[in-house]
């Protein structure tokens, strides 16, 4: 337990509450965390503690910084030029902005999956695969396994199971988001960041990728960008708003939902702004 785990109100203000404990503690924690993109401060102190085994919604109007913070996580954002941060995150009680930090062995900690889905152009079993791939496993038992493994957990392996190798792109786009996860998960991370997955979604592979996330839950640590406030009642257990670059209010989903404590929450949550 670090100072942040036991009493995350000590660092993060009069905005913040306790959110919803009952996962497996704590391995996701960011630190008054800053960003710039050069002189333009996108993130301001953003301070909360995600917990493993329970999905974290974060929400808030276009352009509040929710992929940044997303793409912090798994450092991202890295390669942006005039980039600069301060403050930590950290995963596992380890601040990955350390220099020290392994930046390839952290994102392979985190899986991620866009708004857009992005299968590579390859057959459907390659685009599972490829983190191993990378990780030069050749073993094909291992790999045949690990594709059906993680295609049975996306829940897309009966319906790709006669055509593994066929091109990906030939895929619907609820299966192709389906297949992103399964890529996501097939490299077993710890974490796994989802920025707003089902926007290109109909709804009923919308609620299929929902029954997904409920199930996945158990095993990751998972964090949702969704601008779906349906969406993050049904599947998140906390709710992180964010506004104007800063982490306004962070709780249970439902007292998010039914009794936030802050104006701008709740003028979000009734649509009278975003
Ligand atoms: N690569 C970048 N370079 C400069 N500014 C950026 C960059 N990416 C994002 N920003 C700026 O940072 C702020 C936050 O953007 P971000 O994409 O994180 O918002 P968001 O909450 O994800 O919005 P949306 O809901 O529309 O996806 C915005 O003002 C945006 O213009
Ligand atoms: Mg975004």
């Known amino acids: 337990m670090n100072a942040l785990s036991s009493a995350p109100e000590a660092l993060s203000g009069p905005t913040v509450y306790h959110p919803r404990a009952g996962g497996q503690g704590h391995n996701l924690e960011s630190d008054r965390f800053n960003l710039w993109y050069g002189a333009t401060q996108a993130l301001f102190d953003v301070t909360f503690a995600v917990e493993r085994g329970l ?7 276009s352009g509040c910084g929710k992929s940044t913070l997303l793409r912090a996580i798994n450092r991202m954002n890295d390669l942006i030029d005039g980039l600069k941060v301060s403050g930590e995150i950290r995963v596992d009680s380890r601040n990955i902005y350390s220099s020290d930090t392994d930046v390839i062995a952290l994102r392979k900690r985190m899986g991620m999956v866009f708004q857009k889905p992005n299968p590579f152009p390859m057959s459907i079993v390659e685009n599972v695969i490829y983190p191993l791939r990378v990780d030069g496993v050749r073993d094909r038992r291992l790999l045949a396994e690990t594709a059906e493994r993680a295609l049975t957990d996306a829940a897309l392996w009966d319906e790709v199971k006669d055509r593994l190798q066929d091109n990906a792109l030939g895929l619907s786009g609820g299966q192709q988001q389906r297949l992103c996860i399964a890529r996501a998960i097939a490299g077993e991370p710890d974490v796994l960041l989802m920025d707003e997955p089902c926007s290109a979604l109909d709804p009923i592979a919308t609620a299929r990728i929902e029954e997904l996330i409920d199930e996945l839950r158990e095993q990751y640590t998972i964090v949702l ?6 969406q993050a009642a049904r599947v998140s257990d906390n709710t992180a708003f964010m506004y104007l670059g800063r982490l306004i209010e962070y709780g249970e989903t439902e007292a998010i939902f039914t009794a936030p404590r802050d104006t701008r929450t709740q003028g979000y949550i009734t649509g009278r702004f975003g």
């Open 55 to 61: 999905v974290t919604a974060l929400i808030g109007p």
């Open 225 to 230: 960008v969704t601008h779906n406030m349906q």
